[in-house]
């Protein structure tokens, strides 16, 4: 058993990294051609120094871990469903099955490989794309002024004492420096009391922050304004930098446990999660679409064609990973716009495709 888990494993791993390596030179390609617009950006922390080709290749190469995320499961698709289908034109997997493998063996074989690449997959997503998506942000704020989550910035809701606070920070440096930062406080009626405006400021780790140029306008119960204006101000809050630059990254981007926290801070105070929620559960499920992938490639092995080439089948299994991919988005999506439960919207591509690749590898063994 140990041999014949060598071959089928060692030529699936050979054929899924020489697909990922295509598929990453691509995407890098189309990544690369993105950022020509950026060429030649003045930097705002280093005078004198521009927005060049090495920095564009940095930033590229700081997302490829992304990508070898993202493409993981469809070239663990393709490579298996090449490696299967050559072993069965070369008849190497008539001459296994008439050794000894038989269909319950043939499926651990393959799942232990999806495993494997599942807990692959897992390490990239949840440690080592973050990690690299976060300096290729960080490198292209030098260039942008900061960290920013569209035009209006990041929004956070806390809850203290008996009163609401709403917070909107701009961007974020690469120095961790907070640009303009707004908070609105209403009290429990929901009536807005005060409207706080600082250009910049600074999280600490002793859960506050320093806020600089502060502007207060409070507004009192016998309608009357008052206005206040500060040169600097510390400021007691539970969010930290870590929260804002979890706020500011794409969901996609995160680590699970970001994800976990981030999820609970906004269930927390009465913010709406579910996008959140559903890509935590994507997180989690994710890796595991491995597993379902080598057991979709598993019925190739079992088809007979002696002088039929390798490309018709690999073109089947790329339409399949494309349609996976697209039916995870597609679930995501529409789980989000229908408040659908986070871990359905997030386990039913896997669990259709689990419950097909199955049905498929029955009929083809038992009642063929």
Same mark, same amino acid.
């Given at each position: ?65 992304? +990508? ?28 296994? *099955? ?16 999806? @495993? ?76 807005? +009391? ?69 999820? *609970? ?22 890796? @595991? ?80």
């Amino acid at each position: 058993m140990l041999i014949v888990r060598r071959l089928v494993h060692g030529e699936a791993i050979q054929a899924t990294l020489g697909v990922l390596l295509g598929f990453l030179a691509l995407f890098a390609f189309f990544d690369l051609v993105e950022e020509l617009g950026e060429l030649g950006t003045p930097s705002l922390t280093q005078p004198g120094q521009r927005y060049g080709w090495p920095q564009a290749l940095l930033t590229v190469g700081w997302l490829l871990p992304s +990508r070898a995320y993202e493409l993981l499961p469809i070239a663990v698709l393709i490579g298996t469903v090449w490696a299967l289908t050559r072993l069965a034109r070369d008849s190497e997997f008539v001459i296994l *099955r008439t050794s000894g493998l038989g269909p319950g063996l043939a499926l651990r074989l393959v799942i232990g490989l999806g @495993l494997g690449f599942a807990l692959l997959t897992f390490v990239i997503g949840d440690y080592v794309a973050p990690a690299a998506a976060r300096q290729a942000q960080l490198l292209k704020a030098q260039y942008r002024g900061g960290i920013s989550a569209g035009a209006t910035g990041a929004w956070l809701r806390e809850r203290q004492d008996d009163s609401v606070r709403i917070v909107n920070v701009q961007g974020l440096t690469p120095q961790g420096e907070l640009r303009h930062v707004r908070v609105y406080r209403f009290d429990a009626e929901g009536r807005l +009391r005060e409207i706080m405006e600082a250009e910049r400021g600074q999280a600490l780790p002793s859960r506050t922050w320093t806020l600089q140029q502060v502007r207060i306008e409070r507004y009192l119960p016998d309608g009357a304004m008052q206005l206040d204006a500060l040169a600097s101000l510390t400021w007691p809050t539970e969010l930290t930098t870590e929260m804002l630059q979890v706020a500011l990254l794409k969901p996609e981007r995160m680590g699970t446990l970001d994800l976990f926290r981030y999820v *609970r801070h906004l269930e927390r105070n009465d913010q709406n999660a579910q996008r959140y929620a559903i890509e935590f559960w994507r997180k989690l499920f994710y890796p @595991l679409g491995c597993v379902v992938m080598v057991v979709l490639a598993l019925p190739f092995a079992y088809l007979h064609f002696r002088q039929r080439a390798l490309s018709a089948q690999v073109f089947v299994g790329v339409m399949m990973g494309i349609s996976y991919a697209l039916l995870n988005g597609l679930f995501g999506h529409i789980g989000n716009l229908l408040g659908w439960a986070p871990w359905l919207a997030a386990g039913a591509p896997a669990a259709l495709y689990l419950g097909l690749s199955l049905a498929a590898f029955a009929w083809l063994v038992l009642r063929r």
